[in-house]
């Protein structure tokens, strides 16, 4: 099973959603869905129980830079907690679960 973004995952959303209507674009959606309860936590079940390629986490921590303001000192303890909730394995790359690596990749 590949992994979905958060970009992909939010599309399906939007799409499935029966008040698509109601909020006139994918953007009004998405901004609006960011503000509720669960966002985050639904995309990761999605991707539950997978292997993810080093790429993939780089996109999940930036989707988490981006849309929750983490900083790199936050990155370490977020991640292993995703490691451990959703059974998402963190690739075996020397320093991903230390702040100095984060740091140098989300300037």
Same mark, same amino acid.
């Given at each position: !099973? /590949? &992994?979905i973004t958060f970009e992909n $995952? !939010? #599309?399906k959303e939007f799409e499935r959603n029966q008040y698509k209507a109601l909020y006139k674009s994918f953007? &009004? $959606? #998405?901004?609006?869905r960011l503000k509720g309860y669960g966002c985050f936590k639904d995309w990761l079940i999605a991707n539950s129980n997978t292997s993810p390629s080093v =790429? $993939?986490?780089h /996109? @999940?921590?930036k989707t988490y830079v981006e849309h929750a303001n983490k900083n790199a000192s936050e990155i370490p303890y977020l @991640?292993?907690?995703i490691e451990r909730e959703? #059974?998402?394995e963190i690739p075996v790359i020397y320093g991903i679960t230390? =702040?100095?690596?984060w740091e140098k990749l989300i300037k």
């Open positions: !099973m /590949s &992994n $995952f !939010m #599309k953007a &009004n $959606f #998405k901004r609006e =790429q $993939f986490i /996109s @999940l921590v @991640l292993v907690s959703h #059974k998402i230390t =702040q100095e690596y």
